[in-house]
């Protein structure tokens, strides 16, 4: 079970923390990855952090003011957002992924971020 927080509205230039917890799976050996999706568009791939080395990847609609990161000690995925654009405004949703013998999804249901003045 993935479930996200620390959604909300904030202004252009502002910032916003999500964080999204994990239970249920073995965190620590899955690659981490946050989603968006805002109105009338489809799913835009944001951010990717690897399990073992923790590489980082980001689009580059938000690279340089998004930062990923995981606490494998708390099961937690977080999306640290500044400076906001109103672009920003998504339903942000975390996903769990593990490739062995057979690929392994898990979803959150996602958390709403608003930017506007």
């Known amino acids: 079970q993935l479930v996200e927080s620390g959604g909300g509205m904030v202004q252009p230039g502002g910032s916003l923390r999500l964080s999204c917890a994990a239970s249920?799976?073995?965190?620590?050996?899955?690659?981490m990855s946050w989603v968006r999706q805002a109105p009338g568009k489809g799913p835009e791939w944001v951010s990717t952090i690897n399990t073992g080395d923790r590489s980082t990847y980001y689009a580059d609609s938000v690279k340089g003011r998004f930062t990923i990161s995981r606490n494998n000690a708390k099961n937690t995925l977080y999306l640290q957002m500044n400076s906001l654009k109103p672009e920003d405004k998504a339903v942000y949703y975390c996903?769990?992924?593990?490739?062995?013998?057979?690929?392994?999804?898990?979803w959150g249901r996602g958390g709403q971020v608003t930017v506007s003045s």
């Open positions: 996903n769990a992924r593990y490739i062995g013998l057979r690929q392994y999804d898990y």
């Open positions: 249920g799976f073995i965190f620590s050996i899955y690659d």
